[in-house]
C-alpha cells in the first residue's frame, strides 16, 4: 500500500482540513499594524532633529505596495485622521495627505501593474519625501533652510528602513492569511 505524503492536505498557510481563515486576524492585521505605526512616533526618544519616520504612513504604503487591492481608497481619511490625532501636525493634514496618496497609488497601480521591487522602493521613497515636505509646509512653521536640512536625517531613514518594514509586513500577512482550527 503507498504511503499518503504528509504535505498532500497543506500548503503554504497551513493545513486544509477543519481549518478557515480567520475573519478576524484577516481584517484587524492590516488595521492594526497601521494604527500602531501611527503610534510608534510618540515613544519618548530625545533628539535635536525630527528623527523617527512616520511609520503609520510608511506601513501603510508597505501595505498597499505588497497588497494593492487590499484597502479601498477611502481608507486614507479616518487612518490619517487617527494619525493626525498622535503625529502633532496640525488636524487634517494627515488626512489629506494619506487620501491623496491613496489615490496617486491606485493610479500609479492602475498604470504600472507590473513593478520590480525597486521601483516600488523608489516609488515610495519620493512619497515619504513629498509627504514630509508637505507636512513641513502644512504644519506652520517659517521654512528655512536650516529646517529642510533637518528633515533629511527623516526621509533617508524613511527610505532606508522600507526594506525591513516590506519583511515585517510580509510575515504579518502570512499571520492573516493562516487557517485556524474550526470547529464544528
Not at 528633515?151 to 510575515?171: D, G, K, N, T
Request: net charge positive; hydrophobic share 55%; proline share 9%.
Amino acid at each position: 500500500m503507498d504511503q499518503v505524503n504528509p504535505k498532500a492536505r497543506s500548503d503554504e498557510y497551513g493545513s486544509r482540513i477543519n481549518r478557515a481563515h480567520s475573519p478576524v486576524l484577516f481584517y484587524a492585521v492590516p488595521y492594526l499594524t497601521i494604527l500602531l505605526g501611527s503610534i510608534l512616533p510618540t515613544l519618548p526618544i530625545a533628539s535635536a532633529l525630527p528623527l523617527i519616520p512616520p511609520m503609520g504612513f510608511i506601513i501603510l504604503l508597505a501595505w498597499r505596495m505588497i497588497r494593492p487591492g487590499l484597502f479601498p481608497v477611502w481608507v486614507g481619511f479616518p487612518l490619517g485622521m487617527f494619525d493626525d490625532l498622535f503625529s502633532g501636525q496640525p488636524f487634517g493634514s494627515a488626512i489629506m495627505l494619506w487620501s491623496i496618496s491613496m489615490i496617486v497609488f491606485d493610479i500609479l497601480e492602475a498604470r504600472f501593474p507590473w513593478r520590480s521591487f525597486a521601483q516600488d522602493w523608489l516609488t515610495l521613497g519620493l512619497g515619504i519625501a513629498a509627504y514630509l515636505l508637505i507636512g513641513a509646509v502644512l504644519s506652520g512653521a517659517p521654512l528655512t533652510l536650516p529646517g529642510l536640512i533637518a528633515l533629511a536625517p527623516q526621509i533617508l531613514l524613511s527610505f532606508m528602513i522600507y526594506p525591513m518594514v516590506v519583511r515585517v509586513i510580509a510575515r504579518l500577512d502570512r499571520l492573516r492569511l493562516k487557517r485556524i482550527r474550526v470547529i464544528g
